[in-house]
């Protein structure tokens, strides 16, 4: 009797395995350099155009270097991209991230609302401005990804490992955003975050080599949460390597916390003009390693906070006398 039960549950298993993946297999789209659905991630996506709530898409994209060139990728609500891994798919791309005035972008991949972005690498290399990732008024849950600017270019030429604008709440799960210059530009930042609302969950967040390096940069209106994550500025030619950089203006307050983190550069925050509004960042359980500097209608406040020595900071952040 027994036999004939395990039997029996076996068989409705298998049932549903197969009607289930028979059922999900017109939403699967395979990139791959061969034997896929497509060869390139952008013409994968661009194909969707029944996406919905109701009608999930899922595009895979094989082990394999697929560059983009200018063309930029952008998701849609519901579609989910998800490589074989930050170490196997890379999507790599050389897009001009000023070109869209005043809120900048595009990236190379470009968030959605309700869109995932999974298991992969996005490179952006370009000599001006270039953000790796671009959510603008989008609210994707990025996860296990690594996303990388770099490329030359002088004053002005932002580099982001993460750019959020403009009514974005994204989610970083376990995310390294990273920014590199080669000395010339300014700044290089590894999360940005403006009039928007960010969380990150594990993870790095990078920002190397520029004259002005923001691992963390969150302004007008900008608020963010941080847990779990390594925040690093280094090798400025200028020496202006600030972990987190939080500035309001606009008459729109900009917020930082930080939780159980590890913050290597100078932490900052100021009003930078006459309109009143504060400049908040909040840090628990964390390590800082570098300068801490509260200007005009700032507020910086440490609870359970330490240095490199694991000596105790006061609550302005400050060594404990």
């Known amino acids: 009797m027994k036999s004939k039960s395990l039997g029996f549950v076996v068989f409705f298993a298998f ?101 995932e972005i999974r298991h992969l690498t996005v490179i952006n290399h370009n000599s001006g401005t270039a953000h790796a990732i671009h959510n603008l008024n989008a609210s994707p849950l990025i996860s296990h990804v690594t996303a990388i600017a770099s490329g030359g270019g002088g004053s002005g030429a932002f580099k982001a490992g993460v750019w959020n604008d403009s009514g974005s709440s994204s989610t970083l799960e376990h995310v390294t955003a990273r920014a590199l210059g080669n000395g010339g530009a300014s700044p290089c930042i590894g999360l940005f975050t403006r009039a928007s609302a960010t969380q990150v969950h594990g993870g790095r967040l990078i920002a190397n080599g520029c004259t002005i390096n923001n691992g963390v940069s969150v302004s007008e209106g900008g608020q963010v949460m941080i847990n779990d994550t390594s925040i690093i500025a280094s090798d400025s030619p200028s020496g202006i390597d600030n972990g987190i950089a939080v500035t309001s203006q606009f008459g729109m307050e900009a917020k930082a916390e930080i939780r159980n983190s590890i913050i290597r550069g100078s932490v900052i925050a100021a009003n930078v003009d006459s309109s009143g509004a504060p400049a908040v960042i909040r840090i628990a359980a964390s390590t800082v390693e570098g300068s801490v500097s509260a200007g005009t209608l700032a507020e910086i406040k440490c609870v359970g906070a330490f240095d490199t020595d694991f000596n105790a900071l006061d609550t302005d952040c400050l060594a404990v006398p």
């Open 15 to 115: 049932i549903l395995l197969f009607t289930g993946a028979a059922w999900g297999a017109a939403n699967v789209i395979v990139v791959a350099k061969n034997g896929g659905d497509f060869t390139n991630p952008v013409a994968a996506v661009n194909s969707i155009i029944d996406a919905s709530r109701s009608n999930p898409y899922l595009v895979t994209v094989s082990p394999g270097v697929y560059r983009l060139g200018a063309t930029p990728l952008y998701m849609k609500s519901h579609v989910s991209l998800v490589g074989s891994g930050q170490k196997a798919t890379y999507i790599i791309g050389k897009v001009d991230s000023a070109a869209l005035i005043p809120d900048g972008g595009p990236g190379v991949i470009n968030g959605a609302d309700a869109s």
